[in-house]
């Protein structure tokens, strides 16, 4: 009946994030509203938390910004631990999938169903060339940046989260955190993948 949906308003602290440079694209956001969700999403952690090539996955994103907010694509796992030079001389690990996503996708969560049916959250979708050669920050990389920043409270519920005093102390800028000039440039990265860009 015309109604509107996706469209959410709240204030949000940033508590930490990844170094554009040598990070992981991944910033931490605490959401200021009392009794905002019911605590929902349960991140997939089992083994080597890599889901096989050719698994249905499902992308939910707002999909050409607020017109295609709250939609759901789905597509495949096309391929794991695709490696990119995205600006720090090491490369980075994606997964690779073919959900449908398009500007505003990014951010948006990629979920498997597991064997009892359970939706289970997979990674982040956030570098793409169209609709069937999309990046995700998979969740073993998200699950290694909260370990090594003492984060994983966030992702496992079976560790207890710190007070919100203890929250408002962390450091929001992470150690290693470079910025080069003062209001940067943008330029490609990788002829390969043009599609890539980063704030230099």
Do not use: C
């Not at 994030?17 to 959401?31: C, K, N, P, R, V």
């Not at 695709?82 to 720090?88: A, E, P, Y």
């Not at 939706?119 to 073993?140: C, H, S």
């Amino acid at each position: 009946n015309g109604r509107r949906v996706g469209e959410m308003k709240m204030t949000a602290k940033v508590i930490s994030y990844s170094d554009a440079e040598h990070g992981e694209d991944i910033a931490l956001l605490m959401i200021r509203k009392r009794n905002f969700i019911v605590p929902s999403a349960k991140f997939y952690l089992e083994g080597e938390m890599i889901v096989p090539i050719g698994t249905q996955l499902y992308h939910v994103g707002s999909l050409l910004g607020q017109a295609g907010s709250n939609s759901m694509t789905t597509g495949i796992v096309s391929q794991v631990g695709r490696v990119l030079d995205i600006g720090n001389g090491d490369g980075v690990v994606f997964d690779q999938t073919t959900v449908t996503a398009f500007p505003g996708s990014s951010g948006g969560g990629v979920w498997f169903k597991n064997k009892d049916g359970q939706a289970l959250y997979v990674g982040m979708l956030v570098r793409g060339a169209g609709e069937t050669f999309n990046l995700t920050v998979p969740i073993r990389r998200m699950h290694k940046w909260a370990k090594e920043n003492n984060f994983l409270w966030v992702l496992d519920a079976t560790i207890d989260t710190p007070s919100l005093k203890n929250i408002k102390s962390f450091s929001v800028e992470p150690s290693n955190a470079s910025f080069g000039n003062s209001g940067g440039s943008i330029g490609v990265v990788n002829k390969e993948f043009p599609f890539l860009i980063r704030r230099g």
